[in-house]
């Protein structure tokens, strides 16, 4: 029954892995791409990490995953956001649709 | 089971192709931090993946650890260095 539990977490982590992927391609601008790496790229790794651990049982394995998951669900924000404030302290423009092409 | 996560790894591997097509495409510099940084964070999920198909956890728990920590340490390295490097031109 647990290990259901633990299988379908897993399941829905890479699917929002995948949905990361996809968005970092079809997305026009950088600051777009940025949310799909910060928000739902760390939901993803949470999930699976989560997922692991509930499958791994109560083990020092499944404690240190929580530590992994822990300092990916705080680290991968904060990193995403020193890039994204560099981008802005170089004064680098957003898209907005009256440009029309994919970038800048 | 191991059937199970081998299929999960072979997808999340081969789904770690496609930030490589940003960081080649890739406009500006940022963009190209961005796939690596998605890089990074594939690596880290699929380390604990082939820990649990070779049933050693604990190796691969500990390598994904350092990882996390470099990759983290990575970005915001250089993202502090193209702060500087803007700053100073």
Request: hydrophobic share 55%.
């Amino acid at each position: 029954m647990i290990d259901i539990v633990a299988m379908a977490l897993v399941f829905c982590g890479l699917f929002f892995v995948l949905v990361s992927s996809l968005g970092l391609i079809r997305l026009p601008d950088f600051y777009t791409r940025s949310h799909a790496l910060g928000k739902s790229d760390t939901l993803g790794s949470i999930l699976v990490l989560g997922g692991l651990a509930l499958y791994a049982g109560l083990t020092l394995p499944s404690f240190k995953l929580l530590l992994i998951l822990a300092f990916v669900a705080l680290g991968n924000p904060t990193a995403t956001h020193a890039l994204a404030r560099a981008a802005i302290r170089s004064r680098h423009e957003m898209w907005s649709p009256e440009i029309g092409a994919e970038t800048e | 089971m191991t059937t199970l996560f081998l299929g999960m790894t072979l997808f999340l591997a081969f789904l770690t192709i496609v930030p490589v097509l940003r960081i080649v495409r890739g406009p500006t510099i940022y963009d190209r931090a961005l796939g690596v940084g998605l890089i990074g964070t594939n690596t880290i999920l699929l380390l604990v993946l082939i820990g649990f198909i070779y049933d050693r956890v604990d190796m691969f728990v500990d390598l994904a650890i350092a990882y996390a920590i470099l990759n983290f340490v990575g970005i915001v390295v250089v993202a502090k260095y193209l702060e500087r490097r803007q700053e100073r031109s």
